[in-house]
């Protein structure tokens, strides 16, 4: 069981887990192998400077750590990319980051108010995009970036957000509803007419039901 799934409530599954595009890997791949060639004329250039100079043993740890630095780069910039990941469930969006601490930022679906995708044209090319979450709480934004089938995974949240909207009505979709709730008053006016609700309790359930509209 993954770290994120011993956070689900109950009846909480998970819709869409991902995590960053691979182009992000490549871009540190190039990044570290330009490193690594720096590296090596540094490492070529210390061999025809000092090696009349320095004993051969520290010479070459010297050559040999920096070599490494950018393998180690590399290396910690996979383990991030691995461990940051990104789910949707049929109850809140999820952003899990960190190898060792832990640091989890979620919204529930009903605080969402607008999902916003900015895609660059080499996103296009490679099927990308950074996606915006605008909720309601404190937080305000939530930032997934380099998502892969970033139209999938905004399609499916939208979908998962009506779903969880079409369950708080009680079963009915927003259009229904709407169909449904004029009847609902026509009953609560019968209802006050007839002395079983107040006139107080109608105009309150009244101003709900308007509301869901």
């Known amino acids: 069981m993954s770290y994120v799934e011993k956070l689900l409530a109950t009846n909480e599954k998970i819709i869409l887990a991902t995590r960053q595009h691979a182009f992000v890997l490549l871009l540190s791949i190039a990044r570290n192998l330009i490193g690594a060639i720096i590296a090596f004329v540094i490492a070529v250039g210390l061999e025809a400077v000092l090696a009349s100079k320095i004993n051969r043993p520290p010479l070459f740890a010297l050559q040999l750590f920096l070599l490494l630095i950018p393998v180690f780069s590399f290396l910690r ?3 991030r990319w691995l461990s940051e990941e990104y789910f949707l469930t049929n109850r809140r969006v999820i952003q899990s980051a960190g190898v060792i601490n832990k640091r989890v930022i979620d919204s529930s679906l009903d605080k969402v108010n607008d999902v916003v995708m900015r895609q660059t044209m080499v996103g296009r090319l490679m099927d990308y995009a950074d996606i915006e979450i605008l909720t309601a709480s404190e937080a305000g934004i939530n ?17 998962q957000r009506e779903a969880l909207a079409v369950e708080e009505r009680g079963g009915f979709s927003s259009a229904e509803l709407a169909e449904n709730i004029p009847e609902l008053i026509a009953q609560l006016d019968a209802l006050r007419k007839q002395g079983i609700v107040t006139e107080e309790e109608f105009t309150r359930k009244k101003s709900e039901l308007l509301s869901r509209i």
């Open 143 to 159: 930032l997934f970036r380099r998502v892969p089938q970033p139209i999938k995974f905004k399609t499916e949240m939208l979908n």
């Open 77 to 79: 910039e996979y383990a």
